[in-house]
């Protein structure tokens, strides 16, 4: 067992992921921006949740997560 912490994943690789994985499904009424701000992630989350499917929902947490992170 490893004392090491996990890598954490950052707010706006997720935000990638999301328009990569979700644009088309969840997305559809944002607009990707080339660098995000936590604010950008998160406003994006809302919509993963009610649009996307459960693996939308797990990134949506995921990136909630990342941006409280910043704080």
């Known amino acids: ?9 950052d707010y706006a690789s997720l935000y990638r992921r999301a328009f990569e994985k979700f644009g088309a499904s969840a997305l559809w009424s944002s607009k990707p921006v080339p660098d995000p701000t936590p604010a950008d992630a998160l406003a ?6 009610v649009e996307g499917d459960r693996e939308a929902r797990r990134l949506a947490e ?9 704080l």
């Not at 067992?1 to 994943?9: F, G, H, Q, T, W």
């Not at 994006?44 to 949740?49: A, C, E, F, W, Y």
Request: charged share 25%; proline share 4%.
């Open 62 to 70: 995921q990136i909630e997560q990342a941006c409280r992170a910043t």
């Open 1 to 9: 067992m490893s004392n090491e912490p996990k890598e954490a994943v």
């Open 44 to 49: 994006i989350t809302h919509s993963l949740r």
